[in-house]
């Protein structure tokens, strides 16, 4: 080791060789490195640093185990997580339970930290007010990646800090015989616990990167002196890791046979204790130095519950999130309630893990950590960057790093696939249809606990292709959805031809997948989109004024996307069957064939009416009514909205529908365009005081009685073609 500044009576002095070596080093040290980043290896103590009044561990007979070339493997010796700060505090207490009045023992040592910059070896150290002894050496264990039972093991053989009831200032001064090398005093820049400490297992780092100590370098056989006196001899060591060529930097010699049968005792004059003690402490105390023992985890349980400890903080690991925690860490290593208590509490264990060490926040994920790009993508995925759980960067390494985190998700027990779209989880029945509702399908897709997704989510209706049809498993029934969550009954696909999409089927849609859809009006001839109405027939759309008692099926923007509007100006609907001249309009809810061209023109108005062709098919499917005229009968104009009946080219106006009663005709009034109206005269009101053929009738409910003179009342005369559809006597 850096040779110990209080140093027992056996101790011999160092041979001149050494002090040249010294020299050697410091020329290195001074030309290749920063000062800071090196310190030269020392000579050893020779003398066994259990003394009176110690309880460092009863006196070996043997060291059972003990190999010179391989003292502590790599393995051990840098897995800092085999203890918690608790656990280090706990193991302190029970090393030094008596403390004698007026000192203060390394259970109760407290000190105001400074803080380290991090760099090649270590993270740095954030200082802290009246930081405890246990707390320092966690951190410092964290930050170097050293194990901490290495830490306590060096305080212990270099100055019996561990189990000392009466330590001095100065012991503490040189707590791990740092930069104290035996040739000369202690470096006073290197005093102080915390210096110390840090410095001692940063120097370890420095040892195993093997760029500026080659001498002991692993994987070779090295000469290694039993004594600082080269008259004690040497032996050939072959040195099998890089641990152990660190820990014979520090103290470079081995012990002899003396050493090795005195156990924590004396041998003779050539024996060194240094490595022997390291040795002695860390396996009475820890166990084994060859098998990397990590019982409290990172995933442990107390019975049933389950517990990721890391950093010191427990964390419960609930049943929602524990299968993607053990595809990450395993299963889990028993503890005790007590340990567990004896930890900060983190509360419930989530998916959101962090990196303390670098601040990267991820999604535990198919055994993987993937990272997230912002916190409004952690907050869509249901987390929160206030709220996570953090890990030391050990552990949140442990599962490697995978993908990183994208707004596409898979649900646990849901084939559907999702989407985050703001507050929304988003369901898309495929890949295809999201890939048509203009989603990006590439990237990684992690899955959230189906739990998660109902507390979270307000599920939206499942996406389809748009324009596509379906069945629902175990019917044969035929429906378009809607985006806004509407399944509309297909009765015939002549339909979507005549709209002019495809008659592509997704069939056996689970019910599960269709759970926030209602099933509305029938598909028909008349759809909505964007608020118009529009007819369907040859592939294409044609607006009109009204679905004119047909009942019309109103689609989403996305669907009505897909279908062309051959024309978008508002128009009565006539038709006509290819191949057949006969023009029919759309009147309550039927067809009915316009009679001559003078009713074409009073419905159509002036000019050229639209006629649209419909197959032979299309026009079969339709209903169709009387034929209708716009010479007589009830008609309304748009303009005014009055009704009057049309007769010989007039318009009689009707004040009341109580006169379509009396005269025994229908309340229907077919609409004629308001120019039409205008080239037709009105004469004046409808009386039930008709003349037909020259012979007045008196009409009441449909009955028509004959009178003999109209003297004093207003009579109506009418046309032959108006007085046939009475029923005069």
């Known amino acids: 080791m850096h040779s110990r500044g209080i140093r027992a009576r056996e101790t011999s002095r160092i041979a001149r060789w050494v002090t040249t070596l010294l020299a050697v080093i410091g020329l290195i040290v001074g030309t290749a490195l920063p000062a800071t980043a090196v310190v030269a290896p020392s000579a050893s103590t020779t003398a066994p640093i259990a003394s009176a009044g110690l309880t460092g561990g009863s006196a070996k007979m043997s060291l059972?185990?003990?190999?010179?070339?391989?003292?502590?493997?790599?393995?051990?010796?840098?897995?800092?997580?085999?203890?918690?700060?608790?656990?280090?505090?706990?193991?302190?207490?029970?090393k030094a339970s008596r403390c004698q009045a007026g000192y203060t023992c390394l259970k109760d040592f407290r000190l105001s930290t400074p803080s380290r910059g991090a760099d090649t070896y270590c993270k740095g150290y954030a200082g802290e007010a009246n930081e405890s002894s246990a707390r320092i050496i966690y951190k410092v264990a964290q930050s170097c990646g050293i194990n901490p039972q290495v830490l306590i093991v060096m305080l212990q053989k270099e100055q019996g800090l561990v189990t000392h009831p009466y330590p001095t200032s100065g012991r503490y001064a040189i707590a791990m015989g740092f930069n104290c090398p035996d040739t000369a005093p202690c470096d006073a820049g290197s005093a102080g616990f915390f210096t110390q400490v840090y410095g001692a297992a940063r120097q370890m780092q420095i040892y195993m990167e093997g760029r500026y100590f080659t001498w002991y370098a692993p994987g070779r056989t090295w000469n290694i002196l039993y004594h600082p006196n080269s008259a004690c001899g040497t032996s050939p060591v072959y040195i099998a890791n890089k641990a152990t060529s660190a820990l014979y930097y520090y103290t470079p010699y081995q012990p002899n046979t003396a050493a090795l049968r005195a156990g924590y005792g004396t041998g003779d004059g050539c024996s060194a204790y240094g490595n022997r003690n390291f040795y002695n402490y860390f396996t009475d105390w820890f166990g084994s130095t060859q098998t990397v023992k990590r019982p409290d985890g990172p995933i442990v349980n107390v019975g049933n519950d389950i517990y990721a400890i890391t950093d010191g903080t427990a964390y419960h690991i609930?049943?929602?999130?524990?299968?993607?925690?053990?595809?990450?860490?395993?299963?889990?290593?028993?503890?005790?309630?007590?340990?567990?208590?004896?930890?900060?509490?983190?509360?419930?264990?989530?998916?959101?893990?962090?990196?303390?060490?670098?601040?990267?926040?991820?999604?535990?994920?198919?055994?993987?950590t993937h990272r997230f790009g912002t916190c409004e993508l952690v907050a869509g995925w249901g987390g929160n960057c206030a709220s996570l759980t953090r890990f030391d960067a050990d552990d949140f390494r442990t599962p490697g790093a995978g993908a990183e985190m994208t707004a596409r998700v898979n649900v646990a027990g849901d084939a559907r696939w999702f989407v985050i779209e703001g507050g929304d989880l988003a369901p898309y029945h495929s890949s295809a249809a999201a890939t048509a509702w203009g989603q990006r399908t590439s990237g990684y897709a992690a899955t959230m606990p189906a739990v998660v997704a109902a507390k979270k989510y307000q599920s939206l209706p499942t996406r389809f292709i748009p324009g596509q049809f379906l069945t629902v498993a175990g019917s044969t029934r035929v429906y378009l959805p809607s985006y806004d969550g509407e399944l509309h009954y297909v009765p015939s696909f002549d339909l979507a031809t005549s709209m002019g999409l495809a008659p592509t089927v997704t069939k056996d849609v689970a019910s599960s997948a269709l759970a926030q859809y209602s099933t509305t009006t029938d598909l028909g001839r008349f759809l909505s989109c964007g608020g118009k109405t529009y007819f369907t027939a040859g592939g294409a759309l044609y607006r009109v004024s009204s679905d004119v008692g047909f009942g019309v099926a109103a689609l989403d923007a996305h669907t009505c996307g897909m279908l062309r509007v051959a024309d978008d100006t508002v128009s009565s609907l006539f038709v006509h069957a290819a191949g057949n001249s006969k023009v029919y309009v759309a009147s309550q809810g039927t067809l009915r064939h316009v009679a001559n061209p003078a009713t074409l023109t009073a419905l159509n108005g002036p000019g050229a009416a639209r006629v649209v062709t419909l197959t032979a098919k299309e026009f079969g499917s339709l209903p169709q009514g009387t034929p209708i005229r716009s010479d007589i009968g009830f008609v309304v104009t748009p303009g005014d909205g009055r009704v009057y009946l049309s007769d010989a080219g007039r318009l009689l106006y009707v004040s009341s529908w109580a006169l379509a009663d009396a005269l025994g005709l229908p309340r229907a009034a077919i609409g004629i365009s308001d120019a039409a109206a205008a080239t037709m005269p009105k004469p004046g009101t409808l009386t039930t005081l008709i003349r037909c053929g020259g012979q007045l009738y008196s009409a009441s409910a449909g009955v028509f009685t004959k009178v003999a003179d109209g003297a004093g009342q207003t009579v109506t005369d009418l046309s032959a073609a108006n007085c046939v559809t009475l029923r005069l006597p």
């Open 64 to 94: 059972a185990g003990w190999s010179a070339g391989n003292i502590i493997s790599d393995a051990v010796f840098t897995d800092k997580n085999t203890m918690t700060e608790s656990q280090i505090q706990t193991l302190l207490n029970a």
């Open 318 to 368: 609930g049943p929602e999130v524990w299968g993607q925690y053990k595809w990450a860490y395993g299963d889990p290593a028993a503890t005790t309630g007590a340990h567990i208590a004896s930890l900060r509490q983190g509360g419930a264990a989530t998916l959101f893990v962090h990196d303390a060490a670098t601040g990267v926040v991820a999604y535990l994920d198919g055994g993987k």
